[in-house]
């Protein structure tokens, strides 16, 4: 007789290959993000007042600062796009939708800060090496940096995330 209740065995849960392998194609991102805006901060640091008024205090706590900032911006604007076009396949699906949101999330929100902090509160300056949107004043390079970087973030997590897929075996198999 049997008993009302028995265990079986473990069944095979979908592995990461099955759900996109999002975790890793995060990783990669964040990963990115912050070397590249690390990078970014100091190639621009010119184009800022800063550079040549600041002590070297100063500007190393403004570009690990910035860094800062530029990483959390990036992980809201990727969680903002995953909420509202992200899937459970994501990155396998729906990368591109995923990818234009978070960069057109943080073009925005840069756009915005940029001229907050410069044309309102004074916060950092420009100096004349930095070319300008008419209007609203922000500058180019910070709006080129949230272009070209999570470009490359997105590429190499989605190249990553490709060459993982392809060689993991899926559990169950």
């Known amino acids: 007789m049997s008993e009302p209740y028995q265990r079986s065995a473990p069944t ?13 194609a995060v990783r990669r ?11 970014w901060e100091f190639a621009q ?9 600041g002590s070297p205090g100063e500007i190393l706590f403004a570009v690990v600062h910035c860094t800062g900032g530029d990483l959390l911006i ?3 604007a990727l969680l903002g796009a995953l909420l509202l076009a992200g899937d459970r396949h994501w990155p396998r699906s729906r990368f591109r939708a995923v990818a234009a949101i978070a960069i057109l999330g943080g073009l925005a929100y840069t756009v915005f800060s940029e001229w907050l902090n410069t044309e ?32 490359i973030a ?3 997590a989605s190249r ?8 993991e075996p899926t559990h169950g198999q």
């Open 120 to 151: 309102i509160r004074g916060s950092w300056a420009y100096t004349e090496a930095m070319p300008q949107l008419p209007l609203v004043g922000a500058g180019i390079s910070p709006l080129a940096q949230w272009i070209v970087v999570p470009l």
């Open 160 to 167: 990553s995330s490709r060459f993982q897929l392809a060689k």
């Open 12 to 24: 095979a849960c979908p592995g990461p290959a099955a759900g996109g392998n999002w975790l890793s």
């Open 154 to 156: 997105f590429w190499w």
């Open 29 to 39: 991102y964040v990963a990115v993000i912050a070397v590249g805006n690390l990078l």
């Open 74 to 76: 990036a992980s809201s």
């Open 45 to 53: 640091l010119p184009l800022y007042t800063l550079w040549h008024e």
